[in-house]
């Protein structure tokens, strides 16, 4: 048996902690991020945590709002680094069952950028790879986690098998998951569903940049508006 190749230097990961609480507070999502962040550093991945509360972000669907009567906008340097990943992750709270308002803001920009495309004409996000990462103590990981993962593929991330974790308490109130006796940092199914997560975010970086992402045909915008059908019934044709 050969031995898998566990070295993924070269993959650059981003994670985006949709925490309401603003550093140095201490963020339960944050807790659960190191897990799967630390995988990845041991592996060779370089990897960011940005806290997004603890940025001037504006609201809208434009990658600068600042063109757009906001006088302040931190998101296209956030972008900048967005675009320097093989990974993203976006990870927060469950409030009132649904992702937190940092999550979606989030969520929203990078929908700014969804229709730039790449040199060759594909939509930008194309050949990177999402997961998410939700906690709280109330049910709604799937929700959130459905949410996340539907957005990033519908602008154009690649989601790779069971890419999303997370951890609950007891309902209700009660304790988080950093908070002492909580058991989250414990738990099996937690802690099974974020490796198994990590590694499959790793696995399909690794393949995409190995093989120069997803194959350019049937999916160049730019060739779409030249007039190419790829195969698609042309009814000018008929």
């Not at 550093?23 to 190191?34: A, F, Q, R, W, Y």
């Not at 997961?131 to 709604?140: F, K, L, M, V, Y």
């Not at 593929?153 to 069971?162: D, E, F």
């Not at 974790?165 to 802690?191: H, K, Q, R, V």
Request: charged letters at 20%.
């Amino acid at each position: 048996m050969t031995t898998p190749d566990h070295d993924f230097t070269g993959l650059r990961a981003l994670f985006i902690n949709g925490t309401l609480k603003r550093s140095p507070e201490v963020s339960n999502t944050e807790g659960l991020i190191d897990a799967s962040a630390g995988i990845m550093r041991q592996h060779g991945v370089e990897v960011e945590v940005l806290r997004a509360v603890d940025h001037d972000i504006a609201t809208g669907v434009y990658l600068d709002m600042t063109e757009h009567g906001w006088a302040t906008d931190e998101w296209p340097e956030i972008h900048r680094r967005v675009m320097a990943s093989d990974i993203l992750v976006l990870a927060g709270p469950i409030w009132l069952g649904d992702n937190s308002s940092v999550t979606k803001r989030i969520i929203e920009r990078l929908y700014a950028g969804s229709s730039e495309v790449n040199e060759v004409g594909q939509y930008s996000y194309y050949g990177r790879v999402g997961g998410a990462i939700i906690t709280g103590n109330e049910d709604g990981i799937k929700h959130c986690a459905m949410d996340i993962l539907y957005s990033l593929q519908h602008i154009g991330y690649t989601i790779p098998p069971q890419a999303d974790a997370g951890w609950i308490g007891e309902a209700g109130p009660g304790p988080s998951y950093l908070d002492p006796g909580s058991g989250g940092p414990e738990n099996d199914f937690t802690n099974r569903n974020t490796t198994f997560m990590t590694w499959n975010l790793l696995h399909t970086a690794k393949l995409l940049k190995e093989n120069g992402g997803i194959p350019a045909y049937g999916n160049q915008r730019t060739a779409w508006d030249a007039g190419a059908r790829f195969d698609y019934p042309n009814p000018e044709y008929r």
